[in-house]
């Protein structure tokens, strides 16, 4: 099989306003701590260094460094007093050409798993169609929107790349599969934003019985709890095979 290696890689500009527009970048990192207990003897444990980043920067995340990178409101908190945010977990994705290459600037924005700015009007999108043509000397360098602006309570814009590097083999013929690795993406998760679980907002639970035939079953309504409202139910009021031996 001949073809030519390349890759698959995108830019994704996401603007997050949490809580409104005065936001800030929490990093969370997972750091070994050691410590000496009385007796004497040197112990191992986890602890977090947290870091809020103050001007723009542009960064790669390394699966060796675990951390938690977070988008935050810097007005906002929830019911325990937390700033509200949401984490981003980004595919990683790695650029291999040197620095000193006169083409790098046409897609400076693969150098960053992800970058962050200061919102600007002006800094609509991170490169334009032009750039292949004169990469040497490209219509939009995306380093320049990274020029030290502060972002502490500031309307930030996140730009995400993700990709891969599609090795071609049989399989790639006659469709390129989408299965095994070829896929790219993030995710934003709520981080301190929801002040519990969202799924204690679900509906009270829906009964089943397999025994009844189905041209017989009622119309799902919601349960009530067997011991009259309580949290628990009484295993005296349950029909089943735990009941009995419980």
């Given amino acids: 099989m001949a073809s030519a290696l390349h890759d698959h ?38 602890r977090l260094n947290k870091m809020i980043a103050e001007t723009e920067f542009g960064m790669n995340m390394n699966p060796a460094t675990p951390m938690k990178f977070v988008v935050q409101s810097t007005e906002e908190t929830n019911s325990w007093g937390t700033p509200r945010g949401y984490a981003l977990h980004a595919t990683p994705h790695h650029q291999v050409y040197p620095e000193d290459d006169p083409a790098l600037a046409s897609f400076a924005w693969t150098k960053y ?11 609509w999108t991170s490169s334009m169609e032009q750039d292949d043509i004169f990469p040497g000397a490209p219509a939009l360098d995306f380093d320049t929107y990274l020029d030290e602006e502060g972002i502490v309570g500031e309307d930030l814009v996140l730009w995400i790349t993700s990709g891969t590097y599609h090795i071609p083999h049989s399989e790639d013929v006659p469709v390129t599969p989408t299965t095994h690795g070829n896929r790219a993406g993030f995710t934003l998760i709520p981080f ?34 067997a011991n009259g409202g309580g949290c628990v139910p009484s295993f005296d009021n349950i029909p089943s095979t735990f009941a009995a031996n419980a």
């Avoid at 995108?10 to 009385?38: A, C, H």
């Avoid at 798993?113 to 800094?123: G, I, L």
């Avoid at 799924?199 to 035939?213: I, R, T």
């Fill in 9 to 46: 890689t995108m830019n994704w500009k996401v603007d997050l306003d949490i809580g409104g527009t005065s936001n800030q970048i929490e990093m969370d990192y997972v750091v070994p701590w050691r410590f000496e207990d009385q007796a004497g003897r040197l112990w191992t444990t986890k």
């Fill in 192 to 225: 301190n934003y929801f002040d519990e679980n969202a799924a204690m907002d679900v509906s009270d639970l829906f009964g089943a019985d397999g025994n009844v035939p189905d041209e017989e079953k009622p119309l799902p309504k919601i349960m009530e709890w």
């Fill in 113 to 123: 798993n992800v970058a962050v700015t200061k919102h600007s009007d002006q800094e």
